[in-house]
């Protein structure tokens, strides 16, 4: 049994935090596991052309797009694993590293 001065001690106390931290980590990257990828369908997506493979763009509808272009190098894109990430213009849906939006901006 722990003796009183543990209880109160730094040991104990930098013990509690870290596993406190460990914990709002662990939630929130099952959180973001979590989301569901971004539909080309969903309305926002469809008014900024979304696709989720920057190899299907038509480039006659979006002459903005280059060869190259991807959410994986778009500034806007924060990667939540290997093949998918979040946007800041998609709150609350992941989108695929190798997708492309009209709202492409170069990462540097
Ligand atoms: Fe992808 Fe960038 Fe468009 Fe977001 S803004 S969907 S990261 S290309």
Redesign the pocket.
């Known amino acids: 049994m722990k003796n009183a001065s543990y209880i109160f001690s730094s040991e104990r106390r930098a013990f509690l935090i870290n596993a406190s931290i460990g914990s709002l980590l662990i939630c929130a990257t099952a959180n973001v596991a979590a989301q569901d990828m971004?539909s080309e369908n969903d309305t926002q997506?469809t008014a900024?052309g979304?696709k989720s493979d920057?190899n299907n763009v038509d480039k006659s509808t979006q002459p903005k797009y280059a060869a190259g272009?991807?959410?994986?190098n778009?500034?806007?894109?924060?990667p939540s694993g290997s093949t998918a990430?979040?946007?800041?213009?998609?709150t609350g849906k992941q989108?695929?590293a190798k997708?492309?939006?009209?709202?492409?901006?170069k990462a540097y």
């Open positions: 971004l997506a900024l979304y920057a272009q991807a959410c994986s778009c500034a806007l894109y924060r990430g979040m946007c800041t213009l998609f989108v695929s997708a492309w939006c009209n709202a492409w901006a």
